[in-house]
């Protein structure tokens, strides 16, 4: 079962719950929240009715508002209830829709290789998306990577839907008194590819 089909099926069960609590709620619970039970409420007030018209009399009439007003009160708030959780399953399919479509570039392998003839430290990662043309970031500890070496991150990037992205990794080259120079950034892109579940960006550092 999906998702969606899910929650359609537990919101339509809270739905038929709340009538039913409704339902017993008219049936019996104003016995016991008014003291008036209102199947006994005909006998009560001359065999006054609820639902039909009642008797011309001043008292009967009171009497009939004043019982029938709460009633009245929790009839309107249930049924405004019922309306808003029905409005609420018909969101429901839409919403994951749009999820789903802005969730395709799951699982990316990014790949990088230094090739730069010295050690180096990667230090942040960002990726393009053409479709929307945006640059996003992802958080990245910084990492040392000799010259041959490589390495590779498994990342989720949001807010892709299908398209045209690319990966910018910057790194951080050594002074000649061995220290990182910071006053400096080098980068490198990686191919421009359509971002989809598992798909793979591969970068080289020069």
Known sequence: MTRTARQT??????????????NSFVRFGWKHDWGVDPIQSKRAVGHLSFIDKPMTSALNEQTYQ????????????????????IAGIASVAPMNEAEA?????????ISVQNNTG???QVYDL?????????????????RVISHGG????????????????YIRVQF????????????????ANS???????????RISFR
């Open 150 to 165: 490589s390495y590779k991150w498994k990342r989720n990037l949001e807010g892709v839907n299908n398209a045209k992205t």
């Open 191 to 201: 191919n421009t590819v359509t971002c989809t579940k598992g798909k793979t960006f």
């Open 66 to 85: 004043e019982r029938n007003r709460p009633m009245k009160l929790f009839a309107t708030a249930a049924a405004a209830a019922a309306v808003f959780a």
């Open 126 to 142: 960002d990726y393009r998306d053409l479709g929307s043309n945006r640059w996003r970031s992802e958080n990245i500890s910084n």
């Open 101 to 109: 479509a802005f969730d395709r570039c799951k699982n990316v392998n």
């Open 118 to 120: 010295a050690p180096i």
């Open 172 to 187: 951080r080259k050594l002074k000649s008194n061995g220290k990182w120079d910071r006053l400096k950034t080098w980068y």
């Open 9 to 22: 099926g537990e919101a339509c069960s809270k739905i038929s719950h709340s009538f039913y609590v409704l």
